[in-house]
């Protein structure tokens, strides 16, 4: 889609416009709990590439998907393995980000397969009412952050629009946010200490994630 990119506020009418530029395989930016994002249909593979090439993102680098609520990943086909489901009890929505499992009925475009051949995802619930109405709208989205790859993350719209300008259809202002913070990334792994890796040490200190799996003698979820 080539032309003058939009700038709205958010209001159902610009949700039924993003929803409708996803669909079609559009680009959309949000404002998130960190930064702005620029996101796209996560079963959509030229929006996915368009994402990779609007950035200057290198391949290997996988996108997020970003959900509303936890019960969206079962409609994905998306597995959360224990004890990631311990932790996302406590820590969805917010900075934490499980690395789950796809399962055979998964059709994102965005599940990466690892060298043991599990096909995994990492996913994310925001912890901000403006994204979590966006995504409510528009279903979830494979999303990276709405600046060029290397450069310093958006935290308005008008830095996401000075940094993607018209590559992008259409920009939903939530005014300013919180700046980088980085979300844990976690991934269940039965040959480690308390059954997981921290790929990513963010807001939520490792020590907090593994006091966590011991909560309540591990009683919650499986």
């Known amino acids: 889609m080539v032309g003058m990119s939009k700038t709205c506020t958010v209001t159902d009418e610009s949700l039924a416009e993003a929803a409708t530029v996803i669909r079609n395989g559009g680009l959309v930016v949000i404002p998130t709990d960190t930064v702005y994002g620029v996101a796209c249909d996560p079963r959509n593979e030229a929006a996915i590439a368009r994402i990779y090439d609007v950035k200057r993102r290198p391949r290997f680098k996988a996108l997020q998907v970003l959900l509303a609520n936890i019960d969206q990943l079962d409609q994905l086909g998306l597995d ?45 619930i925001p912890n901000s009412a403006v994204a979590l109405r966006i995504l409510n709208a528009v279903g979830p989205l494979a999303a990276s952050s709405a600046n060029r790859s290397g450069e310093e993350s958006a935290q308005t719209v008008e830095e996401a629009r000075d940094a993607l300008g018209d590559a992008v259809d259409l920009y939903l202002d939530g005014g300013p946010t919180p700046g980088h913070v980085s979300s844990t990334v976690v991934a269940a792994n039965p040959l480690s200490r308390d059954g997981i890796d921290i790929l990513r040490e963010g807001t939520i200190p490792q020590t907090v994630i593994r006091r966590a799996i011991h909560l309540n003698g591990g009683g919650l979820g499986a």
């Not at 796809?102 to 599990?118: I, M, N, W």
């Open 80 to 124: 959360l393995p224990a004890p990631l489901n311990r932790l996302a009890a406590q820590f969805m929505p917010g900075a934490f980000s499980p690395i789950v499992v796809a399962r055979e009925d998964c059709d994102l475009k965005t599940v990466k397969p690892t060298p043991q051949g599990a096909r995994t995802q990492g996913v994310r």
